[in-house]
């Protein structure tokens, strides 16, 4: 295994804040509404991630170092279980396992259904990240996990409708979601790798 120091530093990375905002919970240090707080937190953190899994293809192709493509599956491995705590945390604290408050829930609240259908493009990218499901879906796969950017949009847009007066945060990540889209566009994919050298040369 390639870079086992930098992998394990960056599984500790995704670990670590979700155990640390539970044990603030157990403190009752998250305010007078620990579920909800938690509920954002870990939607955030799923967003960050996929942010940060997204810029890892163009940092080899600048930095040309292969660590960043190493923990690229990790990341989305972690992104999507954020987003499953997150989910598991809206059922919890917010429904309270009432299944028959969701139907109201999703009238009162659209945006829950955006966010669910971001979930389920996530589930079906967690399940193909794997090298069987490469060698079963031969080209279509690369088709299939190009959707991460459709699954940002309903992301971003999902939490644009929770947020809604409150805009500097999204607006942030919005514009990082942006440029990365446009980092896949072929011909600016392509003066990444020059970057380098101007970058080394200032």
Same mark, same amino acid.
């Given at each position: 295994?390639?870079?086992?120091?930098? *992998? !394990?530093? &960056?599984?500790?990375?995704?670990?670590?804040?979700?155990?640390? /905002?539970?044990?603030?919970? /157990?403190?009752?240090?998250?305010?007078?509404?620990?579920?909800?707080?938690? =509920?954002?937190?870990?939607?955030?953190?799923?967003?960050?991630?996929?942010? +940060?899994?997204?810029?890892?293809?163009?940092?080899?192709?600048?930095?040309?170092?292969?660590? /960043?493509?190493?923990?690229? *599956?990790?990341?989305?491995?972690w992104c999507f279980t954020?987003? =499953?705590?997150?989910?598991?945390?809206? !059922?919890?604290?917010?429904?309270?396992?009432?299944?028959?408050?969701?139907?109201?829930?999703?009238?009162?609240?659209?945006? +829950?259904? =955006?966010?669910?259908?971001?979930?389920?493009?996530?589930?079906?990218?967690?399940?193909?990240?794997?090298?069987?499901?490469?060698?079963?879906?031969?080209?279509?796969?690369?088709?299939?996990?190009?959707?991460?950017? &459709?699954?940002l949009g309903f992301g971003?847009?999902?939490?644009?409708? =929770?947020?809604?007066?409150?805009?500097?945060?999204?607006?942030?990540?919005?514009? +990082?979601?942006?440029?990365?889209?446009?980092?896949?566009?072929?011909?600016?994919?392509?003066?990444?790798?020059?970057?380098?050298? *101007?970058?080394?040369?200032?």
């Amino acid at each position: 295994m390639r870079y086992p120091f930098w *992998r !394990a530093g &960056v599984f500790l990375a995704a670990l670590l804040p979700p155990l640390y /905002w539970l044990y603030q919970a /157990w403190i009752f240090d998250l305010g007078p509404d620990p579920g909800k707080v938690l =509920v954002d937190r870990l939607g955030q953190g799923g967003l960050i991630l996929l942010l +940060i899994t997204l810029s890892m293809t163009p940092l080899q192709k600048i930095t040309r170092w292969g660590g /960043w493509v190493q923990v690229r *599956r990790q990341l989305g491995l972690w992104c999507f279980t954020y987003i =499953v705590l997150h989910l598991g945390a809206y !059922a919890v604290f917010i429904l309270g396992l009432d299944w028959g408050q969701l139907g109201v829930e999703l009238r009162k609240r659209p945006y +829950i259904i =955006v966010g669910f259908i971001a979930f389920l493009g996530l589930l079906s990218l967690a399940l193909t990240s794997n090298r069987y499901s490469m060698r079963r879906l031969g080209a279509g796969w690369k088709k299939l996990h190009r959707l991460i950017y &459709v699954i940002l949009g309903f992301g971003l847009l999902h939490m644009l409708w =929770v947020v809604r007066s409150d805009l500097e945060r999204w607006a942030i990540y919005a514009a +990082i979601g942006l440029l990365l889209l446009l980092l896949r566009v072929p011909s600016v994919a392509r003066r990444l790798p020059s970057l380098r050298g *101007r970058l080394a040369a200032n």
